[in-house]
Structure formats: structure tokens, C-alpha cells
């Protein structure tokens, strides 16, 4: 069974991609923040990473700075409504830093699932 940590600030985003992604079968661990120290116990045994990317303490971009995609093995796909700055494509800068995936949300979840069970078979 594919195990995916979903990182995402908005409790309700959160827990309607959980929804979706468990009744596909995807087992889901659940983070607020991309802060290491209480996700670091399990990146062992983690498949694939959903991230966002504007969070509070630390961000879906710092969080692929931290995970270097010279060593990295896990996937990594940032998802994000947008930002301060509209100027700023984060989206853009998330794939710069190694994300292997980008959606912009309203994520479409069947999309979502679709990519994360492609990027977990190509592992």
C-alpha cells in the first residue's frame, strides 16, 4: 500500500484529500507544517510527500529546500491557491527546487490520486 504524508495547513483541505485518498486505498499520514522534527520519525516509510506550499512556521518551499533532489528518493508534489506576492509563481519555484508534481488548487482530487499512484510506481 502506497504511503503518502500530506502536509497541508488548512484543516478542511487536509482532511478532504485524506477522504479521497484513502477510499482510493492510499494510506495517509497528516502533518500541519513542513517542520522535520515531528515528521522525521516516519519519512522512512513514507512513499510519496504532498506539500503545500504557504504555510505558516515552515513552508511547502523550504520544506524542498530541506530535501535536497540530488539525495532525495521520495516524490515530492506541492500543491498551492496561490500567495502574497501574485507575481510570484509558486508553483514555478517549486518545480525549481525538485518537486516532481505541481497542482494549483482547488486540487482535482482524481488528478491528484492519479499522479501520486504513477509516481509511486515508478519508484
Known amino acids: 500500500m502506497t504511503r503518502v504524508l500530506l502536509i497541508d495547513d488548512d484543516d478542511l483541505v487536509r ?34 510527500i504532498v506539500t503545500d506550499i504557504l504555510m505558516p512556521e ?37 518545480s525549481q527546487l525538485g518537486a516532481d508534481a505541481v497542482f494549483a488548487k482547488p486540487v482535482d482530487e482524481r488528478d491528484l490520486i492519479a499522479k501520486i499512484e504513477e509516481l509511486a510506481a515508478s519508484r
Open 58 to 94: 515552515v513552508d511547502g518551499l523550504e520544506l524542498l529546500r530541506h530535501l535536497d533532489p540530488s539525495i532525495r528518493t521520495t516524490p515530492v508534489i506541492a500543491i498551492t491557491a496561490g500567495g502574497r506576492m501574485r507575481n510570484l509563481n509558486y508553483l514555478d519555484i517549486a
Open 15 to 48: 482532511y478532504a484529500l485524506k477522504v479521497a485518498m484513502e477510499a482510493s486505498g492510499l494510506e495517509v499520514v497528516e502533518a500541519a507544517d513542513g517542520r522535520m522534527e515531528p515528521i522525521a520519525g516516519t519519512m522512512g516509510e513514507i512513499d510519496i
